[in-house]
């Protein structure tokens, strides 16, 4: 990756706080996993499981657990239909 595309890629990057209801693709959805399984990670453990959260109920349910969780009342996913929980292995110590 040169610069000028590292350069691009931070001044393209915005926040997202509303989405729509419609749900990503599929391969979107693997595509952001397989990057973030690949990103670098502590002593190069690769010790992180990402989860897809798709089902509304599932979704809905974590939402509310969250929420309650920060002392918030509000939808702490801003209405994503797609959630990705990030699980990290505590035997690795990164």
Known sequence: MTIKSCEDIIMSRVSVKKYTPEMPKSEDIDSV???GLRAASGRN????????VTD????????KANAEIMGASGDPFYGAPCVL????DKKAHT
């Open 85 to 88: 929980v990030v699980l990290g």
């Open 45 to 52: 453990l690769q010790a992180s499981v990402i989860i897809a």
């Open 33 to 35: 996993i397989t990057a």
């Open 56 to 63: 509304k109920e599932i979704r809905d349910r974590l939402s």
